[in-house]
């Protein structure tokens, strides 16, 4: 199981560099390359986008091996810690550092995901308690969410629309 969780941090890293490389390439791009086609030719053309690309695909390939080698209840939610290291990613790229309402969110997910793992306990079967632990605590976030979801759609909603 350790190798899974190490190669799916790989992936995750991976990812959150691949990211923001790519966004940066083609953040660049000239305004005459807007259609589809000549935007892809200018970005063949960038180091730094085929390099982000390549980066993607090997990390891809690094989540499926680690898959293979471990719970799915375990990389995934690593895998989706790629958001967290990516918090960092762009604002490097752009010599600058991250919000504060970024690096709050990278706190929220991480707590999110640790949570996530604890309770899908993926070593042992479920048992009806735990079933219902669980049960219990996915009503809870999802209640979360709705009410977040509904206060950023209000008029005034700015400050829940930085919690989403």
Do not use: C
């Amino acid at each position: 199981m350790l190798t899974a969780v190490l190669v799916a941090i790989a992936s995750a890293i991976g990812f959150s560099i691949a990211n923001p490389i790519q966004h940066h390439a083609a953040g660049a791009a000239p305004e005459g390359s807007r259609g589809a086609v000549s935007l892809m030719v200018h970005l063949l053309r960038r180091p730094a986008w085929v390099l982000g690309t390549a980066l993607g695909i090997v990390s891809l390939v690094l989540h499926g091996v680690a898959v293979h080698l471990g719970a799915l209840a375990v990389v995934q939610p690593i895998a989706t810690s790629g958001m967290v290291f990516a918090v960092l990613g762009r604002p490097l790229l752009d010599r600058s550092a991250p919000s504060r309402r970024e690096v709050v969110g990278a706190i929220v997910t991480a707590f999110g995901l640790t949570g996530f793992v604890i309770a899908s306990n993926p070593d042992t079967e479920a048992k009806g308690d735990e079933s219902v632990t669980a049960i219990a605590l996915v009503g809870v976030a999802v209640t979360v969410a709705l009410v977040l979801a509904y206060f950023a759609g209000r008029p005034n909603g700015n400050n829940a629309r930085g919690v989403l």
